[in-house]
């Protein structure tokens, strides 16, 4: 049996709380993981703060930015094992984890470290009143302590997404993971040790949200700054800590993300885009889609070939070969899902395809298993077409303007990310700057290029991490006034 363990002040920190850690796939138990309770948050913020004051804090930009080439080069190096590590805890299936997750992962320390190096200050010269001459220019310093709180749909991506900008700026962080997948921020802890980062630079504290690891961090009066992935109304009591001492805060939060046809767009790229955007990763990705509008002539077309392309998605476990979907993340949410599920039936919705759980052999039987499903004919106004449900499915309504079109995608607090497939490029432009979103892709959803900005509008969050607008965050900038 695997023990995961807290990492502080470079050492695997063990407790006597133990919680369980259980493969989505078949309910096995992969891992006991070490609760950290308030003496280890304490032991972690401290060790945080020595690490800013001892040789990380003063080492050169060029040290930083070669060790966190290390840091990617032993994730690469140790491929195999996060993969497994990532596979186990999700349940997604392994050429998704394999292409996407653990690249990405390693990538997130590449790509802030290049940004780190090379982005300018800025500097103006003024005249003074008495007739001399000043110069402004800014400095850059870590923000300090930084709490990293995860969620459990993309883990080591969505952590080192965070992790690989803070400490490119100097800073010293402690991750919180979820408590559902905890176990690549353990692993990348065993990592840090291998490249020499100093003590105390990355910490990893085990546990839950209220009363627990979570809790405790982000009250935590030593911690400077909280970064957050995940559920709005988590972010909210985050923000409610973070107000004591007017931290800062940098939120992705959750979405409805809309997916909005036209009648000119290329059909089949249309299908097979909305296709990956509600069902990749059992539609449990933040910029997923669940609200699909199509207008109205290519409504009946549409709603056939999505349904064929969800019933051909082959279901299984992460090993096997040539499999499309995996498992929701645990019992615990498919029941969340499922509930949905029998509330669209009950509102009358026409159930296109799925809307229940799908037979799985032997072990796999425990696993969180569920169909991908498609409805028509709800009211926008039902809790399946407002609400985000974070699974494989989504709602189809048809449309007939593009004011309408842009109407409906606007209609939620939510503002994450939206795509828009047309062949109509000023039509794409003119929805792109309609749409209350941070994200908006023209026929094409989640392709990613780690310099642009990346966040939510509205309820979707605050701030924007990515290139040089993960400086923001995680940097204080300072002006300095020379006169002369
Ligand atoms: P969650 O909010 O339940 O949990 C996220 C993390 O917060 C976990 O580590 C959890 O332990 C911790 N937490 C919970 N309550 C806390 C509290 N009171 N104080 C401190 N920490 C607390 O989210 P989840 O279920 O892990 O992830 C799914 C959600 O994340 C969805 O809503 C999804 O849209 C959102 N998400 C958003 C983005 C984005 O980029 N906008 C990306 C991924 C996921
Ligand atoms: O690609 C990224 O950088 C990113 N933050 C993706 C978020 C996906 C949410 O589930």
Redesign the pocket.
């Known amino acids: 049996m695997q023990e995961f363990r807290n990492f502080i002040d470079g050492e695997f920190v063990a407790t006597s709380r133990t919680f369980e850690d259980r493969a989505p796939a078949d309910g096995r138990l992969i891992a006991r993981v070490h609760e950290a309770g308030a003496a280890e948050v304490d032991a972690a913020v401290a060790a945080a703060q020595r690490a800013l004051k001892g040789p990380w804090g003063r080492m050169t930009v060029a040290r930083r930015t070669e060790l966190l080439h290390a840091v990617a080069d032993e994730i690469d190096r140790r491929f195999d094992d996060f993969l497994a590590a990532e596979i186990a805890d999700t349940g997604k299936p392994r050429s998704l984890a394999a292409h996407i997750d653990i690249p990405r992962g390693a990538a997130n320390f590449k790509i802030f470290a290049d940004v780190v190096k090379n982005v300018p200050t800025e500097s103006f010269e003024m005249a003074t009143p008495d007739g001399g001459v000043a110069i402004n220019y800014a400095l850059r310093r870590p923000v300090g302590v930084v709490a990293v709180?995860?969620?459990?749909?993309?883990p080591l991506l969505?952590m080192t997404w965070k992790v690989g900008p803070a400490l490119a700026c100097g800073n010293a962080v402690i991750v919180?993971?979820?408590?559902?997948t905890p176990a690549t921020a353990t692993l990348l802890g065993e990592v840090m040790q291998k490249v020499g980062m100093p003590a105390g630079v990355y910490n990893v504290v085990h546990?839950?949200?209220?009363g627990?690891?979570?809790?405790l961090?982000?009250r935590h009066p030593g911690v400077n700054a909280i970064t957050?992935?995940?559920?709005?109304?988590?972010?909210e009591?985050?923000m409610r800590?973070a107000s004591s001492g007017v931290r800062p805060v940098s939120f992705?939060?959750?979405?409805k993300n809309a997916a909005i046809v036209f009648d000119d767009c290329d059909f089949d790229k249309a299908v097979a885009g909305v296709a990956r955007s509600a069902f990749e990763n059992c539609g449990?990705?933040?910029?997923g889609t669940e609200r699909v509008y199509v207008q109205r002539p290519l409504f009946e077309r549409f709603v056939q070939a999505l349904k064929a392309r969800a019933e051909s998605l082959r279901i299984g476990p992460p090993e096997q070969e040539g499999v499309d979907l995996g498992p929701l993340?645990s019992q615990e949410?498919r029941r969340k899902v499922l509930g949905y599920y029998e509330q669209a039936r009950e509102e009358g919705a026409t159930v296109v395809t799925g809307g229940g759980v799908p037979g799985m052999p032997g072990a796999l039987a425990e696993g969180a298993w569920i169909q991908p499903t498609i409805w028509t004919g709800l009211p926008e106004s039902s809790a399946v077409v407002r609400e985000?449900i974070?699974g494989p499915c989504c709602h189809i309504a048809p449309f007939d303007t593009e004011e309408e079109a842009a109407a409906l995608a606007n209609a939620t607090p939510y503002g994450?990310a939206t795509s828009v497939w047309t062949d109509n490029l000023g039509r794409g432009l003119r929805m792109a700057a309609a749409i209350e979103v941070g994200l908006c892709w023209i026929n094409s959803w989640f392709l990613r290029d780690l310099r642009t900005p990346?966040?939510?509008a509205k309820a979707?969050?605050i701030g924007r991490e990515g290139g040089v607008h993960s400086l923001e965050f995680y940097t204080e900038l300072r002006n300095v006034c020379v006169k002369h």
């Open positions: 709180v995860c969620p459990w749909n993309l969505l919180k993971p979820s408590e559902e546990g839950f949200g209220p627990s690891a979570g809790e961090l982000t957050f992935t995940g559920e709005t109304s988590t972010g009591a985050i800590a992705e939060l959750g979405g449990q990705v933040c910029l993340i949410h985000e974070f994450l990346f966040g939510g979707s969050g």
